[in-house]
């Protein structure tokens, strides 16, 4: 719910995947996985710091917006093209030195960047997957 929260106000501008995506993207709020608490905790302290005030409204479980999938770029591209040099620290949250403009979301191996979002008037209950799935056609 925090990631969704974070796409929805235009902070967190990449996608990372193992997969290329693009075009318009649903949002789904995933309910609590017991195997990635450890992930999850660690992603929700580094949003915390990174954006101070973030208040969670999407509820776990439900399709709550859209995101527009710009184009789609390996980590390596994407570093040569912000500026990112050795210097910088490229994990999750680590500090980058001027001039890189990467964003701190970027971790790969592709980064889906993400131009535009919408959040849904109403959330839409939905049983979530893992990785790229197609909504039902009950959701949709």
């Known amino acids: 719910p925090a990631l ?3 796409i929805l106000q235009g902070y967190k501008d990449v996608e990372n995947r193992r997969v290329r995506l693009g075009g318009w993207l649903a949002l789904h709020a995933s ?6 608490r450890q992930a999850r905790e660690g992603m929700e302290a ?16 439900a399709v709550v917006g859209l995101a527009y999938v710009e184009r789609a770029v390996g980590l390596a ?17 680590g500090a980058h030195v001027s001039p890189c403009t990467l964003s701190p979301f970027a971790q790969g191996p592709f ?24 909504l039902p056609s009950s959701v949709q």
């Not at 309910?31 to 990635?36: A, E, M, Q």
């Open 46 to 61: 580094f949003l915390s710091r990174t954006i101070p005030g973030l208040r969670v409204r999407c509820p776990p479980g």
């Open 4 to 6: 969704c929260q974070a």
């Open 31 to 36: 309910t609590p996985n017991p195997v990635s």
């Open 111 to 134: 980064c889906n960047i993400m131009s535009a979002s919408l959040r849904l008037p109403r959330p839409v209950p939905c049983k979530g997957s893992t990785g790229k799935w197609l």
């Open 77 to 93: 591209e994407l570093r040569a093209e912000c500026s990112c040099s050795e210097a910088c620290d490229t994990t999750l949250g």
